[in-house]
């Protein structure tokens, strides 16, 4: 497992970087849930949406 300080410190590159690390995105219910206070947004554009597959 890698260090947190081993991923790229720009937000692009870092939200690339974890988008094909995982696969997968947060559908708009795991959003609301987990992040309540902002408005839902598509972070991994490529990514499965769990549960739609």
Do not use: H
Request: some cysteine; hydrophobic content about 30%.
């Amino acid at each position: 497992m890698k260090a947190f300080n081993q991923f790229p410190a720009d937000p692009g590159q870092a939200t690339a970087t974890l988008c094909a690390r995982l696969g997968t995105t947060l559908s708009q219910e795991e959003w609301t849930r987990l992040i309540p206070e902002s408005s839902y947004r598509e972070v991994c554009p490529n990514a499965t949406v769990p549960g739609t597959r």
